[in-house]
Nanobody, 116 residues
């Protein structure tokens, strides 16, 4: 059974930084994509960043130049470094993994709050 353990959320002032991490366990198939989504109050969940098994990276326009996704394949762990945070980045952040032949799995979510 795939399990995702997130860490690193919190409260930060605008302009500050946070680093999220997600560790996957119970992986028995090859990993296609590791990523991060977020959901702000009253809004739909949106994709923030993806990194594929081949290393292809995608960022939402709203975070380009400020957020960096990275991974440690040996540990089945990936990260989201968030710099120059803005109040509009406030949301619950969910890590996501797509393994071959299965639907995506999401973590439990971690709250990120950016004060102005």
């Amino acid at each position: 059974q795939v399990q995702l353990a997130e860490a690193g959320g919190g409260l930060v002032q605008a302009g500050g930084s946070l680093r999220l991490s997600c560790a996957a366990s119970g992986i028995s198939r090859s990993i296609n994509v590791m990523g991060w989504d977020r959901q702000a109050p009253g809004k739909q969940r949106e994709l923030v960043a993806d990194i594929s098994s081949s290393g292809t990276i995608y960022y939402a326009d709203s975070v380009k130049g400020r957020f960096t996704i990275s991974r440690d394949n040996a540990k089945n762990t990936w990260y989201l470094q968030m710099n120059n945070l803005k109040p509009e980045d406030t949301a619950v952040y969910y890590c996501r993994i797509v393994v071959r032949g299965a639907s995506p799995y999401w973590g439990q979510g971690t709250q990120v709050t950016v004060s102005s």
